[in-house]
């Protein structure tokens, strides 16, 4: 990490912790004149936005049209507010990186989405404003009371993507330093080899996907795995109550859950009091969203959420619309006194909903909490939940002994039927390990079911279970 990063990101770490003390007033006082400035600067540099809010430009945020990844890459060249970046050029960037912190033109920093939902993204950000992503995902060592700095040098093993051009790899590469003593790991390499690693190394700091503290947990409890972390932090995948419990069971102290996302980075993260997550209301505005682009009530999934990037002057990011199904807490302040206000969770992606025929005609969709119900008790490592024209095939990593499958099988079917679900097959089946996507993580759950087919929907059948 060069110098001038270093004191960039100093700095603003330091002013970061001065707003965990400021009263409401003042953070919202913050956002009007944030986001007043990056209209400013979008409406006089991106040809895209000048058009795209035409006669919107007084209009307040929830009047301005939605922005999706498509329309992002369909303009990508009129979005950035620098004249002289082309996408084509910036993609031969992305492709030329080999996990260093190498900059396009000298000046700027890309990383890429994964593309699991669709098309994949291009996003990048200059030096202030990669300081300013450095510093979010900080913040959530601050409010764990980490405690990590230059002059505390802590151990971090980052258990993620080192795919050079993911984000978290992007984010290694510019924090790796004497000064910063981390061990990163790609969580798509042998377990076998992970545990070696991680053994050797005794981090005081784990950071990982959430199916990887996961996996790592049931790996330290079975006596393979023997670090002893102060802290646990998962983030980038749904954080299940069953693999929260597991991480407590092996360290015997709870994991603070972050999330965070490619385009705005972080956008909330667990205090010490584990209350849910803030939100990072001063550096990204979070509309939590029903599928008509309607806030959502506290206590109530939102269909998506609709995110504006306050520190984004390269890529202006104004109601960028994700997936994910963020729950607004049902008491948004927490005891610990920041002004920043909670969500209980994130249940996974609108692409996470499975829908199946109807038992009274039609369609029924059933949400990631329903199979999250159920899954939480099964005694297993790692779980994931497919959906293919046969029906549903459940795999099921690092069973105990006397898990019996039939119980589960007969668990779902009494979900989906209370859900007005017309049944399909179920299928278990024990593997060795989940599989992972190329950036390493292990959706919980996932469809193969193109729009339009409807997966089979036939009697219950518990005997000869794929094992």
Partial sequence: MSTQIILKVLALRHRLRQRDRWPRRRLIAHQVRELRLLREHAYAYSPFYRSFHKGLNQRPL???PILTKETVMEH????????????DEV????????????????????????????????????????ATVLASYNRSFDWASVGAGLTHRTRTAVVSSTTPWHQSARVGA??????????????????????????????RVLVAYASMAHLLAEEQLAGRLRISPGFVFGSSEVFTEQAKRRVEEAWGRNPFEVYAATEPAGIASECEQHRGMHLFEDLVITEIVDEHNRPVPPGVFGKKVLVTVLFSRTMPLIRYE?????????????????????????????EDVLR???????EVSVQPIVFHRVMDAVPAGEWQIAQGPDGLTVLLSGVRE????????????????????????????????????????????????RMGTRPQSRPIQTRGLDK
């Fill in 356 to 362: 199946f025929p109807a038992a009274s005609g039609g």
């Fill in 322 to 350: 994700m997936s994910d199904s963020v729950k607004p807490a049902l008491s948004p302040h927490c005891p610990c006194g920041r002004p920043f206000h909670l969500i209980d969770g994130v249940q996974g992606r609108a």
């Fill in 402 to 449: 006397g898990f019996a499958e039939a119980a589960l099988v007969d668990s779902l079917r009494r979900e989906l039927e209370s859900q007005g679900a017309l049944v399909p097959p179920i299928k278990v089946r024990r593997v060795q390990a989940i599989p992972r996507t190329t950036v390493g993580k292990a959706p919980l759950i996932k469809s193969h079911v």
């Fill in 62 to 64: 929830q009047d301005l």
């Fill in 91 to 130: 993609e031969a960037h992305l492709a030329a990186l080999r996990g260093g912190d190498e900059l396009f033109d000298g000046r700027y920093r890309v990383a890429s989405t994964s593309g699991s939902t669709g098309r994949r993204g291009l996003f990048l950000w200059d030096q202030n404003e990669w």
């Fill in 174 to 203: 510019s924090v790796h330093s004497p000064w910063v003593p981390t061990l990163r790991i790609d969580s798509g390499d042998p377990l076998e080899s992970i545990v070696d690693r991680l053994n050797g190394f005794r981090p």
């Fill in 76 to 87: 990508f060249d009129e979005i950035v507010t620098d004249p002289t970046v082309r996408l």
